[in-house]
């Protein structure tokens, strides 16, 4: 697709065939990148796939659950070999999340939680590394949020799942740094997503102060898709050169007020 911020580059998006991934899938083709959508939504990723191509983009579909060593493992491969032994960028964007009060959360919610937005991060990053490594780094962006140091209540444990992304980000950042690859966050206020529009409705159904007026308080207006899209690229990118293992806050100004 010509010059581009990303072009000649081979991205994997996971969680990238709907929601902010799927702008992050949409963009990263616009911008040069050859993307591997990767997501449990068969019809949704290939659609997603299909219609970079149609706009003269090179991005194909693998299916895979993120929280499953052996399908990260066998989706890497797959896309390892398609991408010719050569992956640049890793957006981990796949996630979810558990809105209950407390005391009614499970171990099982506890282990699907931690499964999905925590442990898919260690296989996929631990299962891309090595391409990276071969070809002298790459670039890294992991989907956190700005649950990761807000707490909310009803969300005690998705907020524990982001906390965990920040300190896996910066971790990740100091170990490889000095091969080459970079490892940042982007953090999220609510977005226009199915996961933020769910994310709303649960917290006002528990009475969590996320009214329109709320929201317009807390971060002025909704997040779109697409500027969460726009953050990750910079980080992706060859302008965040130099910016290694930050959490980059895409919310308006909420953090910042007090
Ligand atoms: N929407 C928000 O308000 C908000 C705010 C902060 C952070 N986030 C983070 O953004 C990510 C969610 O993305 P979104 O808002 O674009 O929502 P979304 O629900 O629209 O998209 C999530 C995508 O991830 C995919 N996915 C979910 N579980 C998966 C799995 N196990 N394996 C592979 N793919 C899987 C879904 O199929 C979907 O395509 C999460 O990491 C979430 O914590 C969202």
New binding site residues.
């Given amino acids: 697709m010509g010059a581009g911020r990303l072009s000649g580059r081979n991205a994997i998006v996971?969680?990238?065939?709907?929601?902010?991934?799927?702008?992050a899938s949409d963009l990263f083709a616009r911008e040069g990148a050859a993307v591997a959508i990767?997501?449990?939504?068969r019809e949704?990723?290939e659609a997603r796939a299909e219609a970079i191509r149609a706009r003269g983009g090179e991005a194909f579909f693998v299916e895979?659950?993120?929280?499953?060593a052996d399908?990260v493992q066998a989706a890497v491969v797959e896309i390892d070999r398609r991408f010719g032994g050569r992956i640049d960028i890793l957006f981990?964007?796949?996630?979810?999340?558990v809105v209950k009060p407390f005391l009614e959360t499970t171990e099982r919610d506890w282990d699907w939680l931690m499964?999905?937005?925590v442990k898919?991060m260690f296989l996929m990053t631990k299962a891309v590394l090595p391409s990276m490594l071969r070809h002298g780094g790459g670039a890294i962006v992991n989907?956190?949020?700005?649950?990761a140091v807000a707490g909310t209540p009803m969300e005690v444990l998705?907020c524990t799942?982001?906390g965990a992304?920040h300190m896996f980000t910066r971790a990740i950042a100091t170990e490889f740094r000095d091969q080459g690859v970079r490892c940042n966050a982007?953090?999220?206020?609510?977005?226009?997503?199915?996961?933020?529009?769910?994310?709303?409705q649960q917290l006002r159904g528990y009475g969590v102060d996320v009214t329109e007026d709320d929201l317009r308080r807390l971060q002025g207006r909704?997040?779109e898709?697409e500027e969460?899209a726009n953050a990750a690229l910079f980080l992706a990118g060859p302008e965040a050169s130099f910016v290694n293992g930050e959490t980059l806050f895409v919310d308006n100004g909420m953090l910042v007020r007090t």
């Fill in positions: 996971s969680g990238g065939a709907d929601g902010a991934g799927g702008a990767v997501d449990i939504q949704a990723g895979a659950d993120v929280s499953s399908r981990n964007h796949a996630g979810t999340l499964a999905v937005n898919s989907t956190s949020s700005i649950s998705y799942t982001k992304c982007v953090c999220p206020g609510f977005i226009r997503t199915n996961h933020g529009l769910r994310e709303l909704i997040c898709p969460v």
